[in-house]
């Protein structure tokens, strides 16, 4: 089982940034998939940003691109998500996801069923 811990939520205004964190604990991560995840109020939840298991590989929701990053260390058990340039619509609670795959060398958003889940953490972009 792995288990996952989102942090670096907060209040920043528009323009701003923030580096949100998931770490991971359970087991090594080389064939999992990562994927962050928003949900804003009202609205479904749609996946962001993916990064295939040793971190060749990643893809962003068109809306994001350019202005957010995925990233991750295995040996540090963490996958990150620099978002830059943000605007009040990207306030939501962002959530770490995790998915085993034999063949972990590739991502697409939207394409991967997850597995594992955090608690997310609240972004709110506003002045």
């Known amino acids: 089982q792995l288990q996952l811990v989102e942090s670096g939520g907060g209040l920043v205004q528009p323009g701003g940034s923030l580096r949100l964190s998931c770490v991971a604990s359970?087991?090594?991560?080389?064939?999992?998939?990562f994927g962050w995840f928003r949900q804003a109020p009202g609205k479904e939840r749609e996946e962001v940003s993916c990064?295939?298991?040793?971190?060749?590989?990643?893809n962003y929701l068109d809306t994001v691109k350019g202005r957010f990053t995925i990233s991750r260390d295995n040996a540090k058990n963490t996958v990150w998500l620099q978002m830059n340039s943000l605007k009040p619509e990207d306030t939501a609670v962002y959530f770490c996801?995790?998915?085993?795959?034999?063949?972990?060398?590739?991502?697409?958003?939207?394409?991967?069923?997850?597995?594992?889940w955090g608690q997310g953490t609240q972004v709110t972009v506003s002045s």
């Open positions: 359970g087991s090594t991560l080389d064939s999992y998939v």
């Open positions: 996801a995790a998915a085993w795959r034999q063949l972990a060398d590739i991502c697409l958003v939207g394409k991967i069923p997850y597995d594992f």
């Open positions: 990064i295939s298991g040793r971190g060749h590989d990643t």
